[in-house]
């Protein structure tokens, strides 16, 4: 298997679907199936199964996927070790971040930091933020901004805190509330 195939595994593993991981590798739906029909010849082994909606993997294909993202998983690595030993920054930064922070934060910070370094790419992954801190423990994603607690042995740093409002069509205190709150509980009777 090459760098082309382990890529090809990887995303139709991910999607579960040829026409989705076809259209993801730029590449047609019968050129996608050809190389699956070759891997499956070479190792003899069936690797998909189609089914309704999409495709399934076989325990050899489920193997030989794990084998793919790992692969894959080691060549990022070289790359970044390799461009780390170079006098210019460049690469690709795996960033995590929770979908509040990626959608009204991020944005600005990216162009900030590609304005300093515009030799590096981005690959940015969004989610909750409990997706994200396991993202970074696995050492899926180079940083990782989360919103909450999260444990986290290495450096972190706390970088804003956010104001909630309540807003309400009628007049509001937090006692009335508490009040009309307290009223709707009826107690139980032993």
């Given at each position: 298997m090459n760098y082309h195939d382990w890529e090809m595994l990887s995303t139709l593993h991910a999607t579960e679907?040829?026409?989705q991981a076809a259209q993801l590798l730029?590449?047609?739906?019968?050129?996608?199936t050809s190389?699956?029909?070759?891997l499956e010849h070479h190792y003899d082994a069936p690797l998909i199964m189609r089914k309704q909606k999409g495709i399934t993997f076989t325990p050899e294909g489920e193997k030989l996927a794990q084998?793919?993202?790992?692969?894959?998983?080691?060549?990022r690595k070289i790359e970044e070790s390799i461009n780390n030993m170079k006098s210019r920054v460049a690469g690709t930064l795996r960033v995590g971040a929770s979908n509040f922070f990626a959608l009204n934060k991020m944005p600005k910070l990216?162009?900030?930091f590609k304005q300093q370094y515009p030799d590096v790419?981005?690959?940015v992954v969004t989610g909750w933020s409990s997706e994200m801190h396991r993202l970074i423990l696995n050492h899926d994603?180079?940083?990782?901004?989360i919103k909450g607690d999260y444990t986290w042995k290495e450096k972190k740093e706390l970088?804003?805190?956010e104001e909630i409002s309540v807003a309400s069509p009628w007049e509001f205190t937090w006692g009335s509330y508490q009040r009309y709150h307290e009223s709707t509980i009826t107690p139980m009777k032993t």
């Open positions: 679907n040829i026409t730029f590449v047609s739906q019968p050129t996608l190389r699956i029909k070759k084998h793919a993202e790992a692969m894959l998983n080691e060549q990216l162009r900030l790419e981005f690959e994603v180079h940083i990782s901004f970088l804003y805190e």
